[in-house]
Structures are given as C-alpha cells and as structure tokens.
C-alpha cells in the first residue's frame, strides 16, 4: 500500500521549524508534524508548507506534567489551557488532528472521576472545532485502554500508533492488533528494546529507524491487514546520539527519508 511519508519539523536542534520545512520538502517527504501549541507559529508553519507543498498533518500537544490532570488543584490547568490551544492551532492550520498523552512515567495516578470529566471536557471543545484527538500509547496500557473505551463510538477520537513506545515500553502489548482500525497517525522511530537488566529504564531514544531493533516488516503487515491507509511519519531528533549531530542537517534528514521510504516499500 502507497502512503505518505512524513517527518516532525522539531528533527534539527539547531534550525527553526519553519526553515527545516524547506529541507524536508527538498528530499522528498510529503507530511510534517509540529509540536507546539503557539497561533502565530503554527500560522508561519502552515503559510511554509503552502508555499511549499506539504501537508501539515498533525499538532503534538503539550505533555509535561500530563499526571496533574488526574489530580485535584488547579496545577492541571497550564497543561489544560496548553491542549486547548493545541487544538485551537490545529484548527486554524487546518491540521485537524492533536496528539494527546494520558499519563507519564511507570506510576502514574490511578485512573479516576475527576481526570475523566477534564478528558470529556477536551473531546467535547475538539469535537466542536472539528478537530481529532489522537490518543498515543506509553507505559499504562490500561490508562489508554480506559479512555479509547470511553470513547469508542466518539467519531473525533482515534489512536497514534507510536512503535517506539511500545517496543521500549510495552513490548507484549500488540497496539495496532487493538486499536489498527483506530489508527489515525504514526509515530516511527527505533530503540535498543526494553532494558533486560533494567527493565524500568527510559529507552525511548528515538533513533532513525534500522538502527535500532524494531521489527518493521511485521508493524508494515499489520497496517495492511487493518486497513491503515494513513501516513507513515517519524518523530526523531538529530541530538539524539553523536553521530546524528555530527552529520550535516540536510544529510540527516535525506538519510531518514531513506529509509522511511525503505519500511514504505516492505
């Protein structure tokens, strides 16, 4: 199956988002993603990509501190009012889709009443600006499983499939078997695995893809068996290890075209 091959904006430490749009344009992908929730960015970025011809595909909304939303007090709000915008930019750049953590770290807050009415509330305020909430799965299974429960008959709520994550975290959790039909963003790039000698280390190192132990071709068959006809997008950092750094931004970016072309073609 063709899909669109694309890449987040945030890749080159050292460029500003809008100026590494042009590089990714050049090499040859077709969608990109940001992760901010500012207006007049997310404007700039969407005036780029017009002028260039590329598609921006989603908006990643703020996430540190994402437990507070499942604890009373008012330190929930920043991050509240942060998704909001987020959904706002999305709306005025036509990206129309946000993607939305539900917890952070091994011990996140239990799952409760009050965390559920701010999510309710956030579905409900994308719901009316016609924008998708895109739920991505981290440590908690269950925490995720709750809330694509919750919503399962809600059209404006979907899943982004971060391959990542589950390899590093939950490696027995088979996401796009649950939740392919839902899918309606990616998240691609490799790791070294969940440490056996550590097991609750971080490994999300986001490498580019092959030079990590993901299993591409098997994540390729399972897209095709459930239908997922959506792009194929990598969220990676050229300060993710020395070497990235060292290379010259528009060979590292060419390089993860590469071989984001290469898993499109498994």
Same mark, same amino acid.
């Given at each position: $199956?063709k899909r669109k091959l694309g890449i987040n904006c945030e890749c080159i430490s050292a460029f500003s988002q809008t100026e590494t749009l042009s590089i990714i344009k050049d090499v040859g992908f077709d969608n990109f993603f940001a992760e901010t929730y500012d207006l007049r960015l997310c404007s700039a970025l969407k ?23 499942? +604890? ?16 706002? %930019? ?22 409760? =009443? +009050? /965390? ?31 809330? $694509? ?18 390899? %590093?975290? !939950? ?8 939740? /392919? !039909?839902? !899918? ?5 790039? =490799?790791?070294?695995?969940?440490? @056996? ?19 591409? @071709?098997?994540?390729?068959?399972? $897209? ?7 792009? +194929? ?9 020395? =070497? ?10 060419? !390089?993860?075209?590469?071989?984001? @072309? @290469?898993?499109?073609?498994?």
């Open positions: $199956m005036n780029k990509a017009e002028q260039l011809g590329l598609h921006f595909e989603f908006i990643h909304s703020p996430y540190k501190r994402v437990n507070e939303l499942w +604890l009373d007090g008012e330190e929930y709000r920043p991050l509240f009012e942060g998704i909001l915008q987020s959904i706002d %930019c999305a709306n005025e750049s036509d990206a129309r889709i946000v993607i939305v953590h539900v917890s952070s770290g091994w011990n996140p807050p239990c799952v409760n =009443d +009050l /965390g559920l009415s701010r999510y309710d509330k956030i579905v409900e305020y994308a719901e009316k600006k016609n924008v998708v909430i895109a739920f991505e799965n981290l440590r908690k299974f269950g925490n995720l499983a709750c809330l $694509m429960d919750r919503y399962e008959n809600v059209k404006n709520v979907g899943f982004c499939y971060d391959c990542g994550h589950e390899l %590093c975290y !939950t490696e027995t959790v088979p996401f796009l078997d649950i939740y /392919g !039909t839902r !899918t309606v963003c990616t998240h691609l790039h =490799d790791n070294c695995g969940r440490s @056996k000698i550590d097991p609750w280390q971080n490994n999300d190192q986001h490498l580019l893809p092959f030079d990590g132990v993901a299993d591409y @071709k098997t994540m390729i068959e399972k $897209m095709n068996k459930y239908g997922y006809s959506g792009a +194929l997008t990598l969220e990676i950092f050229n300060k993710s290890r020395p =070497d990235y750094a060292e290379m010259s931004p528009e060979n590292f970016i060419r !390089t993860a075209f590469e071989r984001l @072309k @290469k898993i499109s073609l498994l």
